[in-house]
């Protein structure tokens, strides 16, 4: 049986479409790699130290998660907590995941108690 993941296989056009605002928690939608610039040689969603969003979908290091339920952190504009019903490996799991704006148009995304910067791309 074939397991659908929507973390690999998108069009590279829905991958790269905008969203609108993120005045409700909502981020740009984007590919990202992990670090402070982006690969020389290009790369592809899925691929390792990719992430990417399709909101409410955020999906890296193998792992999809439907984002719902934003909450503003406190004093910092443009990072928000959200509740995740995320899948790996064919097992289903919540989880927390903490999204925010980084300089450069990327994005600093915290799960599994690690800290990491994305770099949004265009591969």
């Known amino acids: 049986m074939s397991?659908?993941?929507?973390?690999?296989?998108?069009?590279?056009?829905?991958?790269?479409?905008?969203?609108?605002?993120?005045?409700?928690?909502?981020?740009?939608?984007?590919?990202?790699?992990?670090?402070?610039t982006c690969p020389a040689e290009g790369f592809a969603a899925g691929e390792a130290r990719s992430a990417s969003l399709s909101f409410p979908t955020?999906?890296?290091s193998g792992t999809s998660c439907?984002?719902?339920?934003?909450?503003?952190?406190?004093?910092?504009?443009?990072?928000?907590?959200?509740?995740?019903?995320c899948s790996s490996d064919g097992d289903d799991f919540a989880a927390r995941r903490l999204i925010g704006e980084a300089s450069g148009d990327g994005?600093?995304?915290?799960?599994?108690?690690?800290?990491?910067?994305y770099s949004r791309c265009e591969p």
């Open 3 to 36: 397991i659908f993941n929507p973390c690999v296989g998108h069009s590279a056009a829905l991958i790269l479409s905008i969203a609108a605002t993120t005045a409700h928690g909502f981020p740009q939608d984007g590919l990202f790699f992990q670090g402070l």
């Open 107 to 117: 994005r600093v995304v915290v799960y599994d108690n690690t800290a990491h910067t």
């Open 58 to 60: 955020l999906c890296l």
């Open 66 to 85: 439907d984002l719902s339920n934003p909450i503003n952190v406190r004093d910092m504009d443009q990072i928000f907590l959200y509740d995740g019903a």
